[in-house]
């Protein structure tokens, strides 16, 4: 027998010591991956400063949450925003609402974004969301779904008007909200009635998740609660220890979600997690106000962009590592997400807004901010709502929906006492509409890929499934056409397959085709070297609750800043998702057909917002001067 290799003793060792090394390093990789902690994110519905006592006048029965509060990072001035969708999608984006499509309600999360769960899932975390999620309103897209978004299970609702459960088709209504004997989906399946309170349900839920998840792999449960919103229907086994008015019934539902809270750390400590587990409690929004004040010491209330509106208590704790102190500068919801995803040992992807506050919690410094901004725009005759909080002036300005400029302070970091008011100078309409617009031109553009035209095919544009045709919300998509002629046939300028698109006809016309109505410009005349054309859409669909009305649109065509169609025509989404992932084509129809017989066109402009020729923020000659160029 050949021997290919003959070990002595020495040899024979060295190899021994070579495997037990190797062990050795496979041990610690694993360690390693085993010792990322689990993180738990219980995110809590409409409840503001006030409703912790240790927050606020300290009357709420929160001991729970005071515990937790004395024991964890409290983040002293963190800021949201004033209503659910648009705070959701910016914690779990790391991006500003607006730039997503949320202002305040959106679509849903376009497909190609990276969010939190899919970056925590991608560094080995099993990933769990149980609850609310209320981020899009095209309910029957399976797109926008938990499931799609990065989440390996799910169990919750797709938004709190649907609890009542799906009408007679099996499709999903919206109606008056209920904490009793909801109506709820696993997985995405269809949605069945449970008996029960709500949040107690949901935390079942999670505890079960939380004492089945102990091993090797860590998780991240996504844990999104409906207390204290409305409708206030506490459960009697609460209620009864409490008066029997306003007040009363608000304090039992607070002393319910701290039960809940309570029984979920319970869970932690008994399944040997508490001390490898990351804890935030967070609130999407200040309170309500309805009764009683929900946000004192800050000024103002849920859907107002006041500091009660968009300052709620945020809670990070991780034993051992982050505990116990207070962080008194500016935080917002985008931090969270390259937060968790350093703790969890990954590096934050490219292109978020938020920051990394771990610096933060170790003694060091984060970028600042100088100002933070909110918006949001129904595209109706009430215009734009918004708000910047200048941060280094102490002060801030709003407008509300009725067009209305308020001016306040801004409120330091929260401690027990009341803050003093101080006097600031008033906001002009001018001013506030200055900074409004330099910070749209930041946020407002829609980032695609572009594919510039050669000769065999049109330029295309891709990305931003959900924001880059004009199914829903504000959109303006710019052109520059240089060297127009009208010789010849129709030429295509865009064209989205099963979705919409734009032809340049033979008698100077402009053709829209959106869905299955066409419509048409008046005639246009050629202008120089260079011809600008904005496509500007907002599209509203029908609502049943909590502000019933029909489906309205209104479509905008603007040939060198000159309207030539004016119509309030119905424009309707797509009945699936599916279309809306087509290219976009440029210059000629998908097949390269009807191509535009001018110079190549160069990568189109889009923004989501309607514009029209005079309105706050950025307007219609705002666009105009980037085209054309």
Same mark, same amino acid.
């Given at each position: 027998m050949r021997v290919l290799f003959r070990h002595g003793r020495g040899t024979r060792m060295r190899l021994l010591?070579?495997?037990?090394?190797?062990?050795?390093?496979?041990?610690?990789?694993?360690?390693?991956s085993h010792a990322k902690p689990n993180i738990l994110l219980v995110l809590v519905d409409d409840l503001g400063n006030n409703d912790i006592a240790s927050w606020g006048d300290g009357r709420a029965p929160t001991p729970t949450l005071?515990?937790?509060?004395?024991?964890?990072?409290?983040?002293?001035?963190?800021?949201?925003?004033?209503?659910?969708?648009?705070?959701?999608?910016?914690?779990?984006?790391?991006?500003?609402?607006?730039s997503v499509g949320f202002q305040a309600d959106g679509l849903g999360l376009s497909p190609d974004l990276i969010t939190?769960?899919?970056?925590?899932?991608?560094?080995?975390?099993?990933?769990?969301?149980?609850?609310?999620?209320?981020?899009?309103?095209?309910?029957?897209?399976?797109?926008?779904?938990?499931?799609?978004?990065?989440?390996?299970?799910w169990f919750g609702m797709l938004n709190h008007f649907v609890l009542q459960g799906p009408g007679p088709d099996g499709r999903p209504v919206r109606r008056q909200p209920t904490h009793i004997d909801p109506w709820l989906q696993d997985n995405g399946a269809a949605p069945t009635q449970h008996q029960g309170y709500l949040d107690d349900i949901l935390t079942d839920k999670a505890v079960e998740l939380v004492k089945s998840g102990a091993g090797e792999k860590p998780w991240f449960i996504n844990l999104w609660l409906f207390s204290p919103h409305t409708p206030?229907?506490?459960?009697?086994?609460?209620?009864?220890?409490?008066?029997?008015?306003?007040?009363?019934?608000?304090?039992?539902?607070?002393?319910q979600l701290d039960h809940n809270l309570a029984r979920l750390l319970k869970a932690l400590e008994?399944?040997?997690?508490?001390?490898?587990?990351?804890?935030?409690?967070?609130s999407d929004n200040g309170g309500a106000n309805i009764n009683m004040d929900n946000n004192y010491p800050l000024i103002g209330k849920k859907a107002t962009y006041t500091e009660g509106g968009v300052r709620t208590p945020l809670l990070l704790r991780w034993p051992g590592h982050y505990e116990n102190q207070d962080?008194?500068?500016?935080?917002?919801?985008?931090?969270?997400?390259?937060t968790l995803v350093s703790i969890a040992g990954g590096k934050p992807p490219e292109g978020l807004a938020g920051r990394n506050l771990l610096p933060l919690f170790e003694g060091g410094n984060v970028p600042g901010f100088d100002a933070l901004y909110w918006a949001g725009d129904s595209g109706?005759?009430?215009?734009?709502?918004?708000?910047?909080?200048? *941060?280094?002036? !102490?002060? /801030?300005?709003?407008?509300?929906?009725? &067009?209305?400029?308020?001016?306040?302070?801004?409120?330091?970091?929260?401690?027990?006492?009341?803050?003093?008011?101080?006097?600031v100078t008033e906001f002009d309409g001018k001013q506030a509409g200055a900074l409004i617009r330099d910070w749209e031109w930041q946020v407002r553009p829609v980032p695609l890929q572009w594919q510039a035209a050669d000769q065999d095919s049109?330029?295309? *544009?891709?990305? !931003?499934? /959900?924001?880059?045709?004009?199914?829903? &919300?504000?959109y303006s998509l710019g052109l520059s056409l240089r060297g127009l002629s009208f010789a010849g046939g129709a030429q295509a300028l865009v064209d989205q397959p099963g979705v919409w698109g734009v032809r340049l006809l033979p008698d100077r016309r402009l053709e829209v085709r959106h869905g299955g109505t066409l419509q048409f410009s008046e005639p246009v005349q050629a202008g120089g070297r260079c011809d600008s054309l904005v496509i500007s859409t907002h599209v509203k669909p029908a609502s049943t609750f909590p502000f019933p009305g029909p489906a309205k649109a209104r479509l905008l065509l603007y040939w060198n800043g000159q309207p030539v169609l004016d119509s309030d025509q119905v424009l309707e989404r797509p009945e699936t998702a599916a279309v809306l992932s087509n290219p976009t084509y440029i210059g000629a129809q998908a097949d390269g057909e009807e191509a535009y017989r001018g110079a190549p066109l160069s990568e189109p402009l889009l923004i989501n917002k309607l514009l029209l020729p005079e309105q706050d923020g950025l307007a219609l000659s705002d666009m105009l001067q980037r085209l054309c160029r």
């Open positions: 010591l070579l495997g037990i090394l190797l062990c050795t390093a496979y041990a610690g990789n694993a360690a390693e005071d515990a937790l509060s004395g024991s964890a990072v409290r983040l002293r001035r963190h800021y949201t925003d004033s209503t659910c969708s648009p705070s959701r999608a910016s914690l779990i984006s790391g991006r500003h609402p607006v939190l769960p899919k970056s925590l899932r991608s560094l080995g975390y099993r990933t769990l969301h149980v609850g609310k999620w209320h981020l899009g309103e095209a309910l029957e897209y399976e797109e926008i779904q938990p499931g799609q978004q990065g989440f390996d299970y206030y229907q506490p459960s009697p086994a609460f209620s009864a220890q409490f008066p029997d008015t306003p007040e009363g019934r608000y304090f039992a539902i607070l002393s008994e399944s040997g997690q508490a001390d490898n587990t990351v804890v935030i409690f967070a962080i008194r500068e500016p935080t917002v919801f985008m931090d969270l997400f390259p109706g005759a009430l215009g734009m709502t918004y708000s910047a909080h200048l *941060l280094n002036e !102490r002060r /801030f300005f709003y407008r509300e929906p009725l &067009g209305q400029l308020h001016s306040g302070a801004v409120t330091p970091a929260i401690n027990k006492y009341k803050t003093e008011d101080h006097a049109p330029g295309v *544009l891709t990305g !931003r499934n /959900f924001q880059r045709a004009p199914v829903f &919300g504000g």
